[in-house]
C-alpha cells in the first residue's frame, strides 16, 4: 500500500569514493558516459568494466544495488539487442519464420546490450555514492562559468536541490494521507479504474494543500534570512579538491584513452 | 471474553533487507481490554506510532500475532471491519481533510462503509454535539476553519464511524493550553460515559496522565513500563532517564521527598498534593522545625 520511491537511492556508505568531491565524480561519469559512445569494440569495453569493477567493489556498495538500478530497463535491453539482431544485413547464421539473424547483426546487438548496462551502472553509482544535494551542488558549481553568457545557474541548481529535497517528505506525507484516509475505510486499491481515480481525490487534495502551504512557509522563510539570489552568496562547505581527487581523474582519464585506443 | 487488543512478542522492521534496516519493534507484548483509558508515552523514535500502527492493520508485525478483537490481523482478508473497530486519528488530522464542505469531510468514514444517508445525518448531529463543534455550517467549506476547528472536524469524521476503541496519536500538539483541557475532558467523559476504549499516544507524560487509567512506556521498540499512573510515577528516576517529560507536581513532590520529606511523590491531583504537603508540615510541628530539612 505504501509508496515507496527510490528516487536519489543514495546509500550513506563510508568509503573515499563516497568522499570524493562530488564534481569529480560527475566529471569521472561524463567522462565514462562519453567513452562508452566512442568506444566501437569490445576489448575497450573490457578495460572499462573493469574500471567500474574496481569502482563499485571500492565503493562498498553492494553489487544487488547496481542491478536494481538495471532491472527496469531489462526489456528496453532485450528490445534493443532483438532489433539489431534481426535487422542488421549480412551473413545469416540462423533463421526462424521470417526473420534472420546474422553475425553482425548478433555483434552489433551484444554490443549495444553491453554500451547500454555500463551506463546505466555507471550513473546508478553515481547517485548511489553521491547525495542528491552533493549533486546540485556539483552542478551548479560546474555550470558557473556559463553565468557570464546569462544562464541562471546558481537559480537552475536552487530548483533542483528545493525540488529533491521535498521528495522524501512529499513522499512520506503522501503515504501518511493514504494510511489516515484507508483508516477511514477508504479503498484505494481495488474497483475500476473510474472508481480507482475517484479514490485519488482524498488523497491529492489534502497533498495539494499542505504543498501550497508548506511552499509559502518555505519562501517566507528564505525571504526571511535575506535570500536573493545566488550574488555574493558563500557556503559553509566549501568543496576542496584533494590530491586523491586529482589521482582518480588523472586514473579515469588514462582508462578512457586506453579504452578508446585498443 | 478474550482482550479487545492482544499482542504477542511482535517484531516489526523498517526498511528490510536494505542496510538502512531497523527494528522499530522488539518483542511486544500487550494485552489491551474493553473500557481502558490507556496512554502510551515514549520519547521520539521510541517506536510508539508503529505501535499503535498494527492495531488496524496499517502495518503487520514481522514476526508475532496482533489480534483485534479475535481475528488476527495477518492471516484476515477483511481488514476493512478491524479499521471500522478501531478508529485511528493521526498527528496532525486536520491534514487529511479535503471535501469541500463539513458534512462531506464527516460523512466520509461512513460513505465508505455503505452507512444510509439517513443514518448518516443522525451521527453527524450527535458526533458534533459530543464534541462541542454543533455550531459549526456543515454546508461551509472546512478549510475556511481555525486549526483547533479543522482538527476537531478531523476527529469527529473518525468518531462519527462509532469505533470500539478510539486511537489517537499525538492529539493534543499544536493545541492551545484551553484547546488542549477541553478536548482531553470530551475524550476522558467519551470513555466514561459511553465506555469507548481510549488510546492516547504522547511523549508527554504530564497532560494525559491525569485522564489514563493505565500508562504504558516506550522505549527503544520495547514496553519497559506498564501501570496504572500511581505506579509508573513512583519510578520517577527511570521516567527522567528516558528523557521524559514528568508533569511538574509529581517532581516538586519528588525533590521534596529527596530533601528528606517524608511524603508520597506519586500524585497527580493539586488537591491532593496539597492535602498530603499539609499534614507532612502539620506532622513537624513548630516553624523551627522546618530548617532542619537539608537543603542539598
Known sequence: MAIEISFGQYLPLDSFIHRLDPRIKLIITLINIITIFIIKDFIGYISLACFLLFLIVSSKVPPLYIFRGLKPLIFFILLTFFLHLFTTQGTVIFQWWILKGTAEGLRNGLLMVVRFMLLISFSTLLTLTCSPLELTDAMESLMSPLKRIGFPAHEMAMMMSIALRFIPVLVEETNRIIKAQVARGADIESGSIINRAKNLIPILVPLFVNTFKRADDLALAMEVRCYRGGEGRTRMKEYVLSSLDFLILSISIVIAIISILI | ?296
Request: net charge negative; aromatic share 8%.
Open chain 2, 1 to 296: 471474553m478474550s482482550s479487545l487488543i492482544e499482542m504477542n512478542d511482535v517484531w516489526y522492521q523498517y526498511n528490510p533487507d536494505s542496510p538502512l534496516a531497523y527494528w522499530a519493534l522488539m518483542g511486544v507484548n500487550l494485552r489491551i481490554e474493553r473500557g481502558e483509558f490507556i496512554s502510551i508515552i515514549g520519547p521520539t523514535g521510541s517506536g510508539k506510532s508503529t505501535l499503535i500502527q498494527h492495531f488496524n492493520g496499517l502495518l503487520k508485525p514481522a514476526k508475532g500475532e496482533v489480534i483485534v478483537d479475535g481475528v488476527d490481523i495477518s492471516r484476515t482478508s477483511d481488514l476493512k471491519s478491524i479499521r471500522k473497530k478501531v478508529g485511528m486519528v493521526f498527528q496532525y488530522p486536520e491534514t487529511q481533510i479535503f471535501s469541500e464542505t463539513i458534512y462531506d469531510e464527516l460523512a466520509f468514514g461512513l460513505r465508505n462503509y455503505g452507512y444510509s444517508e439517513d443514518e448518516i445525518e443522525e451521527r453527524i448531529e450527535s458526533v458534533t454535539k459530543k464534541l462541542g463543534i454543533d455550531y459549526l455550517p456543515l454546508d461551509k467549506s472546512p478549510f475556511l476553519l481555525s486549526g483547533g476547528e479543522m482538527r476537531r472536524i478531523a476527529i469527529a469524521s473518525i468518531l462519527a464511524m462509532e469505533p470500539e476503541v478510539f486511537v489517537l496519536d499525538e492529539p493534543l500538539a499544536n493545541l492551545d493550553p484551553q484547546g488542549r483541557r477541553e478536548l482531553l475532558r470530551e475524550i476522558d467523559s467519551l470513555n466514561k460515559k459511553e465506555s469507548l476504549t481510549v488510546i492516547i499516544v504522547s511523549h508527554d507524560l504530564s497532560e494525559v496522565s491525569r485522564y489514563a487509567n493505565r500508562i504504558i512506556v516506550l522505549s527503544e521498540g520495547k514496553i519497559i513500563m506498564d501501570g496504572p499512573p500511581k505506579e509508573i510515577f513512583k519510578d520517577v528516576e527511570k521516567l527522567i532517564d528516558i528523557s521524559l517529560g514528568v508533569p511538574q507536581l509529581v517532581e516538586l513532590l519528588y525533590n521534596l521527598y529527596k530533601r528528606g520529606a517524608d511524603i508520597p511523590y506519586n500524585i497527580l491531583d493539586m488537591e491532593e498534593a496539597a492535602k498530603v504537603i499539609v499534614k507532612w508540615r502539620k506532622s513537624l510541628g513548630n516553624r523551627d522545625k522546618l530548617r532542619t530539612i537539608p537543603t542539598a
